[in-house]
């Protein structure tokens, strides 16, 4: 098997077969991520089946630098040669079959899921993915799209996530014999609006509230997200009592993990947008 630099004629084939997936992945198509990675193995004679699913956790790495989807089963793996970035960019990011697919998975409506099985819905917190520094090059950076903040701002998806949240902490009080406690458990976005600082207020077993602030994704666990000034500052004040969880894969099998205490410590805060107006 291959052990050198992959070519760029390697390095276009894996991303096009990437490209494959990942649009039949966001527009619900099924698909054999063995059948994929085996067809291509063929098409690159020697390299091997672990060295193909790494390439593809590549590709992943640099869509999410990107802020794109990417595919679910291949987390982001840093340390990515930088061939394969030109490569993302000009063969999977810049094709407009892709944009249309990413766009309408961002945007389409979603609904309260059924069935939701919650004593195996909660997961751990996810690693913190690898970054290459040649990522921030100017010309990098100019490419990145904004699928992530139209997702944030799809407010059927968010609500959709709220109200399972809702379904989710009145069961946990129900089932551990409080149901009187599972009864005051309040929608607090939509009984008093967004701009409180949490979206669902609920209850610890000793009565003490529970600040929840949920983001809803449909796309991969370590997808990032927004949060407001406001929100992180509400969770610094309420920090013993604060909990942000981030569901994920919200159409196909929703779970969620659960970060608590004060933001500021907890998240990566990238500054994205400011409020300007005239100084003196």
């Known amino acids: 098997m291959a052990n050198g630099p992959w070519t760029q004629e390697e390095v276009r084939l894996a991303v096009a077969d990437y490209k494959r997936m990942l649009v039949q992945e966001l527009n619900g198509q099924k698909y054999s991520k063995t059948h994929h990675r085996r067809a291509l193995q063929v098409l690159l004679q020697d390299r091997s089946e672990g060295s193909i699913e790494r390439k593809h956790q590549n590709i992943s790495a640099v869509l999410h630098e990107l802020e794109c989807p990417w595919i679910v089963g291949y987390k982001p793996l840093g340390n990515y040669q930088a061939l394969l970035v030109e490569a993302v960019v000009e063969t999977l990011v810049n094709d407009p079959i892709f944009d249309q ?3 309408h998975a961002s945007e389409q409506p979603a609904i309260v899921p059924m069935g939701v099985d919650f004593d195996c819905w909660i997961e751990q917190t996810p690693q913190p993915i690898e970054i290459n520094e040649s990522a921030y090059q100017p010309r990098f950076l100019a490419t990145k799209r904004d699928y992530v903040a139209r997702e944030a701002r799809n407010r059927a998806l968010g609500l959709a996530g709220e109200e399972l949240v809702l ?17 005051k458990v309040e929608h ?19 009565g003490r509230e529970r600040f929840i602030e949920v983001k809803t994704t449909a796309f991969a666990k370590a997808t990032p997200f927004y949060i ?4 992180v500052e509400f969770s610094k004040v309420t920090s013993e009592r604060y909990h942000l969880y981030r569901l994920f894969e919200f159409r196909t099998k929703p779970r969620m993990f659960a970060l608590t205490g004060d933001m500021h410590q907890r998240l990566r805060l990238d500054p994205v947008t400011y409020l300007a107006s005239l100084g003196s």
Do not use: C, H, M
């Open 228 to 231: 407001s000034r406001n929100e």
């Open 167 to 183: 379904s989710y902490e009145q069961q946990r009080l129900e089932r551990s014999g409080f149901g009187s406690l599972a009864g």
């Open 188 to 206: 607090t976005s939509i009984k008093r609006g967004d701009g409180v600082g949490y979206d669902i207020l609920s209850f610890e077993t000793d």
């Open 101 to 103: 697919a990413a766009r």
